[in-house]
């Protein structure tokens, strides 16, 4: 199976390196500022913030940067955002390459090529679908703007919108993102479907489509399970928002706002970056529940950061299983793979140590010199900002637009690491088996 060169990974690092590189020396020029030239340090953490998808910001997109600043970001979302699915894309299809006949066909079907998926045919197939759906998006929101703006500029906003939406960016030249809009139900479910798409990932969507014009199809256990994850965290999330806000930034709203901004809410916060709740107002168990959705993030081949829907749901059943008796991770009549068991143990276990280190270097750094008692109700933001970076999440709870040039590397590199980092380890952990390795004996542990 042909894939982007002979090493995914490393072809990714190199990628997204070159277009925050050339994303930072164009927003260093004086055109694409409104009014002083943009620093150095903020250039890079705007370029890398929209490469990585994430949407951290510490100038105002519609302030601090021109239209010609605006359009620079848009592009590199758009090139960050494909990237991301093209090379993650190709990753699912390449793990597959280990995989049986059956299921290989299953994952390659979406395609519509049943023996063989080059390069080319996944950037082409990818291309396609994200400038249809974010053509579709546009249009929708450019009438949803148009009331209230010119029509070039109402155009020139729904497509940055459209694609930082699809691409779970959350970027926005609004002000307040889109706080603006949280008694607008149908601009927010516009928001939302694009989210959602651009957080399932092109094979499920793929598969998907195939599905709905040929019912007789069989989806591969990689889409079943990110439909149904996704879902499930969906309407898990928005249920404990309505719990956790319903008499906090919920109260006095009507049913149908209080739904749809607790949709919104879940949804969002699971990579995408827009918030139509202030995220320092939220409740303790509202800003627990976001970073549980931030960790987890979305599916794998799409546009959405964190350890990965699937990561979760394979180690859900796996424990689910065993605490049946059963030695076999089984779902949909389907038994998981080991290796996909051990990936998704490799991948928690690598994200939990890099926000660990993360977090201590980001408060090491970044604490303001003042006494421990009282920097001590910082905690709670500084992590929520952590893991908002590396789960390329965006959003905020208000510390990013103050942290120091140290914290702000710190973020860099944790957004860099969270877009890139771990997909280049399940690169590396899936490749094939070395011959010849010796088995040793085993033995049982005590654990738990």
Partial sequence: MELIGKHPGRSAVVYFLAVIGAGTILLLLPVCSSGNQVSFIDALFTSTSAVCVTGLTVLGTSTDFSVWGQAVIMALIQLGGLGIMVFATSLVLWAGSGLSLSVRLGLTDSFGAKYHTSSSSVIRSVATITFIVEAVGAVLLYFRFRPSMNASDAAFTAAFHSISAFCNAGFSTFADSLEGFRHDSLTLTIFMVLIVLGGLGFVAIGESLRKVADRGIKMSLHSKLCLTTTLILIVGGALAFMVA????????????????????????????????????????????????????????????????????????????????????????????????????????????????????????????????????????????????????????????????????????????????????????????????????????????
Avoid: W
């Fill in 245 to 448: 806000e319903r008499s906090n930034l919920l109260a006095g709203e009507s049913v149908s706002v209080g739904i749809t901004n607790s949709l919104f809410q879940s949804v969002t916060c699971r990579t995408a970056g827009f918030n139509t709740l202030v995220q320092s107002r939220l409740t303790e168990l509202g800003v627990l529940v976001t970073m549980f959705l931030m960790f987890i993030g979305g599916c794998p081949g799409s546009t959405a950061g964190g350890i990965k829907a699937t990561t979760l749901a394979v180690l859900g059943v796996l424990a689910f299983r065993r605490l049946r008796g059963f030695q076999q991770a089984t779902v949909f009549r389907t038994r998981i793979g080991q290796d996909s068991i051990d990936r998704s143990l490799a991948v928690v276990a690598v994200a939990i140590l890099v926000l660990v280190v993360g977090f201590s270097l980001f408060v090491l750094i970044d604490e303001p010199p003042m006494s421990h008692q009282f920097t001590r109700g910082l905690f709670l933001e500084n992590l929520f900002e952590v893991i908002s970076a590396f789960g390329t999440v965006g959003l905020t709870m208000g510390v990013t637009p103050h942290v120091e040039t140290g914290g702000k590397l710190i973020l860099i590199v944790l957004m860099f690491i969270g877009r890139v980092g771990l997909l280049t380890l399940a690169m590396a952990l899936i490749r094939p088996k070395i011959r010849g390795e010796v088995v040793y004996l085993e033995e049982s542990v005590a654990v738990g």
